[in-house]
């Protein structure tokens, strides 16, 4: 159930009182509603319950917009049937997949890149895959989310830009959103995060022997020396990442590292290393 029973005792019988009071419930309910599980929680439920809500407008767009913003915080697995909406609600079709590019449900238009598909979402912004048409390459877009502060989003991009080590993406372009948010293109890593390569590996420990057990450890160190070996790099530029964890660590397919997700980096002096006899 969606809960909609509870709603219904909160609401007055004035019927204009009624409309504003079910807006602002509904915006509670859903997000309600999505904290507890229900991740297919929709505002198509709430049309199906409340007819009167088809011809509200401003209603219908404030409760659309708060079902997106829930559902972006961090959940890439979460997905927005954007096509269903602009079926049931046709006059606000295309102000729906406005909305649905701003939270990150549907692909921007960025000149010279085609083929964008969402592969990840973070604190500050959501990545896609692209294909960059003036060279012919496969590349990250990273866009920031909506309501995210564009001068540090546009600062991790120029930390990133200025960090030339083979373990951090190297950034090619940046530039603006038709609806005005900052985007930043960089090199595409095929392959998993230390955290997924790491789960992985403790799924499959039950009842593996010891020799078993030390498979892959050489690979494993391999991958934190060059982690080292990047942030080692960072903090002689003047540069600590401040969120280094298996999450923010890409493993490519050819053993490639990349520390990843500098939006948290914190500029100080460089630091200037003692002699290697020290």
């Not at 991740?39 to 009167?52: G, K, T, V, W």
């Not at 046709?90 to 969402?118: C, Q």
């Not at 080692?232 to 003047?238: E, L």
Request: proline share 5%.
């Amino acid at each position: 159930e969606s809960g909609s029973a509870d709603v219904k005792a909160f609401l007055p019988k004035d019927p204009e009182a009624r409309l504003d009071v079910l807006g602002e419930i509904l915006q509670v309910d859903i997000e309600v509603r999505f904290r507890k599980g229900e991740r297919n929680a929709s505002c198509i439920d709430y049309l199906d319950q409340f007819p009167e809500l088809t011809g509200e407008s401003d209603i219908l767009l404030g409760l659309l917009s708060r079902e997106m913003a829930v559902k972006q915080r961090g959940h890439v697995d979460v997905d927005l049937d954007v096509e269903l909406y602009q079926a049931r609600l046709p006059a606000l079709a295309s102000t729906i997949h406005a909305m649905a590019v701003k939270h990150g449900f549907r692909s921007p238009e960025i000149k010279g890149y085609n083929r964008l598909i969402k592969i990840a979402a973070g604190g500050m912004g959501v990545i896609f895959s692209a294909r960059d048409a003036s060279f012919g390459r496969d590349v990250a877009i990273k866009v920031m989310k909506e309501g995210m502060s564009s001068a540090a989003f546009d600062r991790e991009a120029h930390i990133m830009a200025n960090l030339p080590h083979p373990c951090i993406p190297p950034i090619h372009a940046k530039g603006t959103l038709a609806d005005g948010r900052p985007y930043f293109v960089m090199k595409l890593i095929h392959g998993k995060t230390l955290k997924e390569r790491l789960d992985q590996r403790s799924q499959s420990e039950e009842g593996r022997t010891i020799a078993e057990l030390s498979t892959g450890q050489g690979d494993l160190l391999g991958i934190f020396e060059n982690m080292c070996q990047a942030v080692g790099y960072a903090h002689s530029q003047g540069v600590i990442h401040r969120d280094i964890k298996p999450a923010n660590i890409m493993v490519g397919s050819f053993g490639e590292v990349q520390v990843m997700h500098w939006g948290l980096a914190k500029t100080i002096e460089p630091v200037k290393f003692l002699p290697e006899s020290n």
